[in-house]
């Protein structure tokens, strides 16, 4: 019976021991850190990896993350440089570089950083009125993160942002603001409407001003043609004026050669003379002035018909002159023409 409860004993004891050696094997994860102490005070910090405790001595106090966390902390009452009350929540991100520190240094943590990040918030947004406020969330984010990682860092913590996640003003300037943005878009797409008008009606004008031009110009142009075109029929006409005197002038020179190389006499003479009358009568003046040589044409005329009747070859060389008379009359008229 005695050998029964010794080998109970025995078997607990060893099991005893086995737990409490099992209890000081403590393996750490990646990214995570253990504090540990011995006899109530701090001893060292567990890495991650297979890490040893002495029984009964040592203690691990706290296992902390090391790794970056994020904290959206709830609605925060602030108030404006203008007295205008808002609801504003921030989200801040931070990392625990100093697992001692953290562990020592403040017993909350967490509450301790929302506090503080409401205090230094409502600080930061009265110095603002309400437009900078809604129009500043980069210079309040800056400002709020400066602050608070002074603040933490001997609490062994590191803030790496600090952003306002909404801004909520009352319900009476949210219309308020509504209202106001309704009529800068009014005012904007009235003066967008000007503009286009504006602008419109500058192209249209500069339109109409080149098409002015563009008329002119082809007017201009086409006066200009017309000019030359009826300079140069002037010319071709004078041209063909001045060509067909010279031929009638020199037809005429070759017929006073002709008449003076055949020997015309005193009746042919005056005959011609009677045919210039023609034309003299021909005009519209009523009185007609005659030379003193044609006082003698009518008497070359009585004299005529005798003058034809005294021997055949004065008649034949007569009717020989007359024909070439007529051959350069028709010469002189085809010119004309």
Known sequence: MGEIIGSVLGLLAVIIVLAILAGSIKIVRQSEEGIVERLGRF????????????PILDRQRARLDMREKVIDFPPQ????????????????????????????????P?????????????NIIGELDLDETLTSRDLVNSKLRIILDEAT?????????VELKNIMPPRDIQ????????AERERRETIL???GDRESSIRRAEGNKRAEILNAEAVKQRTILHAQAEREKRILEAEGEAEAILKVRKAMAEGIKLITKAGPDKEYLALEALKSMEYVADGKSTKIILPNEMANVFGYLAGLSEAFKDDKTKDEKNINLNKNINSIDSNNKDIEK
Do not use: C
């Open 110 to 122: 967490i509450p301790a950083i929302e506090n503080l990040t409401a205090t230094t918030l409502r």
């Open 175 to 182: 219309e308020a603001m509504e209202k106001q943005m309704r």
């Open 193 to 195: 409407r000007a503009d």
């Open 77 to 108: 009452p602030v108030k404006t440089k203008d007295n205008v009350t808002m609801q504003i929540d921030t989200v801040v991100y931070f990392q625990i570089t100093d697992s001692v520190k953290y562990t020592y240094e403040i017993s909350n």
């Open 153 to 161: 860092d001997k609490w062994g913590i590191k803030v790496n942002r």
């Open 43 to 54: 001893h060292k910090k567990m890495t991650s990896g297979l890490n040893f405790l002495i």
